[in-house]
Structures are given as C-alpha cells and as structure tokens.
C-alpha cells in the first residue's frame, strides 16, 4: 500500500457517515435507495460518499437488472482490516520509493 492508497483509506473512513455506511453493510449487501432510505440521506450525497469508499476499496457496487429489465445499482463491503501502526506508515513510504515519486499534495489547514 503506498502513502496515498493509505491516505484514500483514512480519508474514506474519516467521516460519520461513511462509517454509517460501512455499519449498514456489514450485514450485507444493500440496493442503492434502500440504503439511502436506511441511513436518511438523498441518493446524491449517498453516491459522493459511496464514490469515496469505492475508490479507498472499501465497497464494491454492481449492476444488477431486475426482473422487469431496470438496472440496480447493489453495494456490498469488500474485505478489508485496516491497522494503522507506525510499521504501516512507514511500509506505505517505502513503497512510494519503490513506485517512483509521489503525487500526494499537502492539503492546507
């Protein structure tokens, strides 16, 4: 894992709601507007956080056609343990080293 995949996973993970989400899918897989009924939240502002998590690799969505031909968008967690040592940090640096120059931006405060 290098820094910034390492940064994308504590990023995902840095807010209520994405937490709210993973909590949701931990018992299984959901429908796109049935988590949004279940979490009180509009399908937009559903979809920006479930980008976050998808790119981090938190969950996974697939496409599914239900019986009458419409396409339904399912997610479902991806197996994931996430430690955060000074070990971790340091494994994530190194592989910046071994992949070349990083590309990861301070952000200002």
């Given at each position: 894992m290098?820094?910034?995949e390492?940064?994308?996973?504590?990023a995902?993970v840095?807010?209520?709601?994405?937490l709210?989400?993973i909590a949701?899918l931990?018992?299984?897989r959901v429908?796109?507007?049935?988590l949004a009924r279940?979490?009180?939240?509009?399908r937009?502002l559903?979809y920006?956080?479930?980008?976050?998590?998808e790119k981090?690799?938190?969950?996974?969505?697939r496409?599914e056609?239900s019986?009458d031909?419409?396409?339904?968008?399912?997610i479902?967690?991806?197996?994931f343990e996430?430690?955060?040592?000074?070990?971790?940090?340091?494994?994530?640096?190194r592989?910046?080293?071994e992949?070349g120059?990083?590309h990861v931006?301070?952000?200002?405060?």
């Amino acid at each position: 894992m290098t820094s910034e995949e390492l940064l994308n996973v504590l990023a995902a993970v840095g807010h209520p709601l994405r937490l709210r989400i993973i909590a949701e899918l931990a018992e299984g897989r959901v429908h796109v507007s049935e988590l949004a009924r279940r979490l009180g939240v509009s399908r937009p502002l559903l979809y920006m956080h479930l980008e976050r998590l998808e790119k981090a690799r938190l969950v996974a969505g697939r496409l599914e056609l239900s019986s009458d031909g419409k396409a339904m968008k399912y997610i479902e967690l991806s197996p994931f343990e996430l430690t955060l040592t000074v070990d971790t940090v340091l494994a994530a640096l190194r592989a910046d080293n071994e992949e070349g120059p990083s590309h990861v931006q301070e952000t200002p405060q």
